[in-house]
């Protein structure tokens, strides 16, 4: 392909939850065509640990590359947190990760100095939303909180009601006596839990709290330095998106729209992944 601007754009996660993430970009860019890749052979990622979720990555990038991609979004910030550095080491493309754009973010708005991160075993244990943000504000108070029972939540549509307020309800519990009043959902599963967890925060802590997602903040990072590198379709015809998926589980599509947030219209393909690693 001679044109790098009308290559597609990767965006892979361990399953359905960085179809958040690809909502939010086709919100920010929709002339853009779209690779969706879920390795729903292996979610859940979060509990796994940071090898093998690495080779997950690497894996999934590969096969991404083969659809010739001018840029890959790593729409998991397990695989962000674990994976990114090996992937930017590969790839010769842009590679975004979803924990910088929001950790900015974050780092900018909060004024008592003081943030929360909500996120998978995984994300928490690697330390990479505090390695971000202390970096740009090494003054910041940051609060991490692993939340493994929200990505199944999230999954069974469980979006509010009794158990699912009572889990936040425990989540959050530690964050009572702390300043906080910012609140990352560093899991591109969690945007979908948004209403409830803003319900809990605010029933719980003292102050107003601004949430944040990673899918937003990515987007506007993806769409800014493709911009700046001239590599933007220049077109105001809606993009073509197709989904790849290493397994096709039952209710996949019902479950799958409810993070798109609107019907997939294409089918899902299914793709067999390659481990690359050992090579
Ligand atoms: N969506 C993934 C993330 O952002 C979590 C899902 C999983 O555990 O695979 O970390």
Redesign the pocket.
């Known amino acids: 392909m001679e044109n790098r601007q009308t290559r597609p754009i990767g965006i892979f996660?361990?399953?359905?939850?960085?179809l958040t993430v690809m909502r939010a970009i086709i919100e920010r860019m929709p002339g853009e065509d779209l690779i969706y890749l879920g390795d729903t052979a292996r979610?859940?990622?979060?509990?796994?640990g940071a090898e093998t979720v690495r080779c997950y990555a690497v894996n999934a990038a590969a096969l991404l590359e083969r659809h010739q991609i001018k840029a890959l979004v790593v729409?998991?910030?397990?695989?962000?947190?674990y994976g990114l550095a090996a992937l930017r080491d590969k790839l010769s493309i842009p590679v975004f990760g979803?924990i910088s754009p929001v950790a900015r973010r974050a780092a900018i708005l909060s004024e008592s100095g003081s943030i929360a991160v909500l996120?998978?075993r995984?994300?928490i244990r690697s330390r990479a939303y505090q390695r971000a943000l202390l970096e740009l504000r090494p003054e910041l108070d940051v609060h991490p909180v692993a939340c493994p029972l929200l990505?199944p939540l999230a999954e069974e549509g469980w979006l509010d009601g009794t158990v699912t307020q009572q889990v936040l309800e425990h989540y959050l519990a530690d964050l009572v006596p702390t300043e906080v009043d910012t609140l990352i959902l560093?899991?591109?599963?969690?945007p979908i839990l948004r209403d409830a967890i803003a319900g809990v925060t605010e029933r719980l802590l003292t102050g107003p709290t601004t949430l944040l997602d990673?899918a937003r903040a990515t987007a506007e990072a993806v769409a800014q330095k493709l911009g700046d590198a001239g590599l933007l379709k220049e077109t105001d015809a809606e993009g073509t998106r197709q989904f790849l998926l290493t397994d096709l589980p039952e209710g996949f599509v019902e479950t799958a729209e409810r993070f798109f947030g609107r019907p997939l219209q294409q089918e899902c393909e299914h793709v067999d992944i390659v481990d690359t690693t050992g090579e």
Do not use: I, K
């Open positions: 996660d361990s399953g359905v939850g960085g979610v859940p990622y979060g509990n796994r729409a998991c910030n397990t695989a962000s947190a979803v996120g998978t995984g994300t990505v560093g899991c591109t599963h969690y990673s």
